[in-house]
């Protein structure tokens, strides 16, 4: 062979060599295409999946309002509310004349009397040797911390009569009693009544008796 076709071959190796050089390149690039494509895909699916949620939160709360009032308790309207004190400061004698004072009367009634026995304004009708008082009784007493115990109480069984879907101004104390409650051990710097009260009400239709 001659030195002309010794270069003509090494002149065709090389440009073998360079086409299959390009072909590589050429088969690669669609690769990383796909990879380019594969990672904006893996970006968009996260935004499309905190739009979709954003969506159902926003629907959710509809749902929950929805729910919401559908959970509400139904008020079941009942035929009387009572009212209990335990073991009260007062003495069973001031809270049975009390009882009798305040029975048959609207709760908000019966609050602003005692008030009044509070402001020495109006007396509570008490039995026995006890000085005249102005008004129509013969008889009676101011007792103002037996009062206020019993302003208490009646609020509470206020509340109670609200509660029980009752109407309020219909209603009426049909029951008040005052009990012996088990009395701690005498000594000089405490008192050692206590009293048991029981407050009942419920209503009363008009035009009926008491």
């Keep these: 062979m001659t030195e002309e076709e010794k270069q003509k071959m090494e002149e065709e190796k090389k440009d073998l060599e360079v086409k299959s050089k390009v072909e590589k390149t050429v088969a690669e690039k669609p690769k990383e295409t796909q990879k380019v494509e594969d990672k904006t895909s893996e970006k968009t699916k996260p935004e499309v999946k905190k739009k979709e949620v954003k969506?159902?939160?926003?629907?959710?709360?509809?749902?929950?309002?929805?729910?919401?009032?559908?959970?509400?308790?139904?008020?079941?309207?009942?035929?009387?509310?009572?009212?209990?004190?335990?073991?009260?400061?007062?003495?069973?004698k001031q809270g049975v004349y009390i009882c009798s004072f305040v029975k048959n009367k609207k709760i908000d009634a019966a609050i602003t009397d005692l008030e009044q026995v509070i402001k020495m304004k109006k007396a509570v009708p008490f039995k026995g040797e006890i000085p005249h008082r102005k008004g129509k009784i013969m008889s009676g007493r101011y007792p103002?911390?037996?009062?206020?115990?019993?302003?208490?109480?009646?609020?509470?069984?206020?509340?109670?009569?609200?509660?029980?879907?009752?109407?309020?101004?219909?209603?009426?104390?049909?029951?008040?009693?005052?009990s012996w409650a088990s009395r701690p051990a005498k000594s000089r710097r405490r008192s050692a009544k206590r009293t048991n009260l029981i407050l009942k009400a419920k209503e009363i239709k008009m035009g009926a008796k008491n």
């Design 55 to 92: 969506a159902e939160a926003k629907d959710k709360p509809k749902e929950t309002q929805k729910t919401k009032k559908k959970d509400k308790k139904i008020i079941v309207k009942k035929d009387e509310a009572v009212a209990f004190g335990k073991n009260l400061h007062i003495s069973k």
């Design 144 to 178: 103002v911390k037996a009062s206020a115990i019993f302003i208490n109480i009646l609020k509470g069984l206020k509340g109670n009569v609200l509660v029980n879907g009752m109407d309020l101004d219909k209603s009426k104390i049909y029951f008040a009693s005052a």
